[in-house]
């Protein structure tokens, strides 16, 4: 049977790893954390027999929503050993997600999570940590916290022009993401994907170097490809890699570039239509072969990707012969 503290036992434990002045006099204790927006700062959490002190909640760091505030994502310090932790409380929520003409009705799934976190508990290339039951039976996850960027933060703050990152930083990048794909190709081939490709969900860990995938708790219904929406969002990310960035429409007309004008319908991307995939007509100097690759994901494309497995044997073949 669990134990649970009492109110000085806890500051007991707390102040181990905070100093005096942080240390409130009473804590909130939850056991049951179906509502998480109650779930705050300096309240406690039991869970699995383990206690844990809520520091901040997550934010979103998606392109468009950034400091969007992410309840249902806490950070906290674990008070047996006081190593920071984010928990991940259950969050019902659906959307339809749509990639051409092929619609994915999406939701968060714990259990999906739960099972991919057992299942990659041995590769580098993704986030780590567990899933537990709380009180009412919600199954959160507790997991190791990552200090490190998002992939698109590191890119984006490379202060230099595109060609100079091109030839002098692309390349060790691919390798990198590369290895990220060979870790979704292993979740494909046990039956499961991410269900939420993002540049903002590869953390580079600081401490190893190593790209981590984040976040896999979204499932999708699929009706004809069962990965073809994690492999749109494998290109979507490439494509963002070899750009240095989005390379939006609007910035080439503010520029008055000279090759506005060469870009048609066919060279964008066939879901964000404001991106150009086509990057060659751009930048002369990005291989035919690469380039190729990218188109696969353009609105012009007349055959995408079937599996993971295509994606990597072209980017391997063109890495073999650079």
Not at 159 to 184: G, K, N, S, W
Not at 199 to 205: A, C, M, T, V
Not at 249 to 262: F, N, V, W, Y
Not at 285 to 310: C, I
């Amino acid at each position: 049977m669990a134990k649970f503290f009492s109110q000085s036992e806890l500051r007991e434990m707390i102040s181990r790893w905070l100093p005096p002045r942080k240390i409130p006099k009473r804590f909130r204790i939850h056991r049951d954390t179906t509502e998480f927006f109650r779930v705050e700062y300096d309240d406690v959490v039991f869970l699995g027999g383990k206690t844990y002190l809520i520091r901040h909640n997550a934010k979103e760091q998606r392109f468009g929503l950034e400091d969007e505030v992410k309840f249902w994502v806490k950070r906290a310090i674990d008070l047996t050993n006081g190593s920071l932790k984010i928990l991940k409380l259950v969050f019902r929520e659906k959307f339809v997600a749509k990639i051409g003409d092929i619609e994915f009705e999406c939701l968060r799934s714990p259990r999906k999570e739960a099972r991919i976190l057992d299942l990659v508990a041995d590769s580098h290339n993704f986030m780590h940590g567990f899933s537990v039951k709380d009180a009412r039976g919600n199954l959160v996850r507790v997991l190791d916290f990552i200090k490190g960027d998002p992939l698109s933060l590191h890119i984006q703050r490379m202060d230099m022009d595109h060609e100079t990152y091109f030839h002098q930083h692309f390349p060790q990048v691919l390798d990198h993401y590369m290895d990220c794909i060979r870790a979704i190709y292993f979740l494909h081939q046990h039956g499961e994907k991410h269900g939420d490709i993002r540049r903002d969900h590869i953390l580079i860990d600081s401490d190893s170097g190593h790209y981590r995938w984040i976040d896999f708790d979204i499932n999708y219904r699929h009706r004809e490809n069962i990965y073809g929406y994690d492999l749109f969002g494998l290109g979507n990310v490439l494509v963002f890699l070899v750009g240095k960035g989005d390379l939006l429409l609007r910035d080439l007309k503010h520029e008055g570039h000279p090759a506005l004008s060469r870009v048609n319908e066919d060279d964008l991307n066939m879901v964000f239509t404001n991106r150009v995939v086509n990057l060659k007509k751009i930048y002369p100097y990005v291989p035919d072969s690469l380039n190729r690759v990218l188109m696969h994901f353009s609105k012009g494309t007349t055959w995408f990707y079937e599996n993971t497995a295509q994606l990597l044997e072209d980017l391997e073949e063109l890495r073999n012969a650079a």
